[in-house]
């Protein structure tokens, strides 16, 4: 991953998130760079919902190119389900399943437009994506696999989904 210019960090720590987004800003402002690929979503998902972006990677100011991908069942489940499913097994049903397919849709590049937050554009990215793909947006991140949030967290964020989604259908 070092050899084609991945950028590492640890998402716990504070000081990593200000050290790679400063690689990031260098990286973006080098002309003769490859594009950045950013998954904002933090984490796989099931193929079937679309989680939170992370805002990081639209406060850098640049162009964002979404791309939709979703994997296609015919011949394998590319979802790794770490609850039901040791890595080695799922690995073994990969390699040894005809092929691993997926619809890749490259969308129309976005920009901030005036007056949107990073979370909004975030959130727009996102819904473009969903509807290409056919995947149900839901108002949590892609962690909610690892521990179970309290009420009022779940509240609060249903709270901020359907606020969200009054904005949007004012808008249009």
């Given at each position: 991953m ?72 015919i011949f ?5 389900n ?47 994506i ?8 839901v ?34």
């Amino acid at each position: 991953m070092e050899s084609v210019g991945c950028i590492w960090f640890n998402r716990t720590e504070s000081r990593d998130r200000e050290i790679v987004a400063r690689k990031i800003r260098e990286h973006i402002q080098g002309a003769d760079n490859n594009p950045l690929l950013i998954f904002p979503e933090g984490t796989c998902v099931n193929n079937q919902y679309s989680v939170m972006f992370k805002k990081g990677a639209f406060e850098l100011g640049c162009t964002v190119c979404p791309i939709a991908i979703k994997y296609n069942k015919i011949f394998v489940d590319a979802f790794w389900n770490s609850r039901k499913q040791s890595f080695t097994m799922h690995l073994l049903q990969l390699m040894t399943s005809w092929a691993v397919v997926c619809d890749v849709w490259y969308l129309e590049p976005q920009n901030l437009k005036p007056g949107e937050t990073p979370i909004e554009f975030a959130e727009r990215v996102r819904d473009i994506i969903s509807v290409r793909a056919g995947l149900k947006r839901v108002p949590w991140d892609g962690y909610l696999k690892y521990s179970r949030p309290s009420p009022k967290h779940r509240e609060q964020k249903q709270q901020s989904f359907a606020e969200s989604m009054l904005r949007q259908l004012e808008e249009k």
